[in-house]
């Protein structure tokens, strides 16, 4: 299995290049902003959206300095949503650092979410990459349908796996296939190729997300048993639906029931859990998951070869078999 | 002195197809989403930025097509910038309903500000207007510097004269001056002219938000008593900026004192706010108010004479006298 250093290796130069675009994207005068965008930057994650960027351009045309817009245009826009998503879930940490709103308060991170958003829009309009931010800008609608969609859906406990792929599809998948495309586009490539792109990265990031929701399930390594974060938010995601779907009607009641009792009662959780782990659902999720996988796959291997493509191909199965 | 109705007159039927693109630009699949557009929609306020677009337009080279996305544009950014307020101050009613926030949780208005965020961007992307786009950017950009800087700055006693028309000229003025500048670039006006229009926006957002500021003091209606929610959350205006400017060591060390106390003594904060009603910050506001509004006025006397140049003169007078 290769690991992200050997992933990156054929865009180092350009994601080191990133550092000092991303930065003076977000210069300001505000001495307070100043300070937060400071701390973003030095807590900065894996940038997997940039990567895929510059991956993607790579993998097209080759890289050019429009690259460099839409990797910082991607990072800025997902830096906004994750500042977003501090005021919402009131999460304690993100990143291991304290997250941006225990910091500085719910005020100050919608307030900078809209700045980064802004700052996103302006730059490409001063950059004329008007075309950059069309992709982006479906994204961001998509995305916050998606994050709506789930909170409407998600709870209930008939959702079918035709909504859940909706709004995995909407809620992650889309700011992954804007990546792939707006590097491709960035790079020169036709609009098929583009296209191309857009769709391999919805194929990469839907099997990324049931990734993510299987993991809720997985043994932890701190405790042995897995966070099950979703159920306790009542979050329906694939192995369950998949699990109620295969019941007797009389099975079907019994664990709903358990579902609905398990926010206040952490035995029926805990047993919950374990039936889920024993259950069919999860097999039936990894299935999914590497069906999308293979699609990724084969619309890479339409590309021609090259080393920034099978990097792309090493991304995906790095991003399938993470255990965090 | 004009009602709003006369106001609206030369621009009564954009300002009736305004409903419907406001309405159509909203349209989703997301049947929550849904739900709470058409609640916007129904809770419309006054739709002073529209109008403002749209008298902007017709007294340059008149109002266009175009006129009508920059109109839906800048209030799908007003709109957002309202519900993500709601997130921020918690605010329990809004326009006499209660909040989105109250209704929907800040979870959901975040989302919502950001679908709205990126609806006034496609829609300006397909529409092909980018100059509008460009124009509005900035404003979200000063919007939220500006709010920064107040959270920053506001609450510092010895803020000055300086940073207050700083503040103000971004969080509230830029929105006002892209309004003005959209409106007239969707008419065809040339470039100086967008800049004329937004250097008039800029003079009558100033006296708006001094106006904004000088009812905080008013006598309520309801109590016969100032509000005072300025003070209370320590936000420091122009009146009360100028009052400790005028004052002597020893009375502003005494004042300050008062205004620390006054967040939990109600008699501090009501002989403070009997003191302000009292002392030369006022008339001095007022004064500054006049200024501007006398800047604005001047700008739009340079425009060629229209009913719709006019109308503009009126809004700037009805905007500085409201009682509300």
Redesign the interface.
Known sequence: MANLASIRRPVDSEMREFQGHFKEAMR??????DHITRYIVKSKGKQMRPLLVYLSAKACEGTQARTHVAATLIELLHTA?LV?DD???RAETRRGFFSINALWK???A??????L???G??IS?ERDA?DL??IT??A??A???G???Q??KARRLDITEEVYYEIIRRKTASLIAACCAAGAASSGADPERVEHMRAFGEAMGIAFQIKDDLLDFAPTKATGKPKGGDLKERKMTLPLIHDLQTKSPRERRKTIRAIKRSADHPETAAKLLEDIQNGPGIAYAEQAMLGHRNRAMDLLKELPESEARDALMDLVDFTISRKK
Do not use: A, F, N
Request: aromatic share 2%; charged share 25%; glycine share 2%.
């Open positions: 300001t005068s505000v001495p307070l902003l949503t977003h005021v919402v879930d719910s005020k100050i919608v307030l900078v979410g809209d700045y958003l802004s700052r829009l302006l309009m008007v931010l069309r800008s479906k961001v609608e995305m916050s349908e994050e709506l969609l909170i409407e």
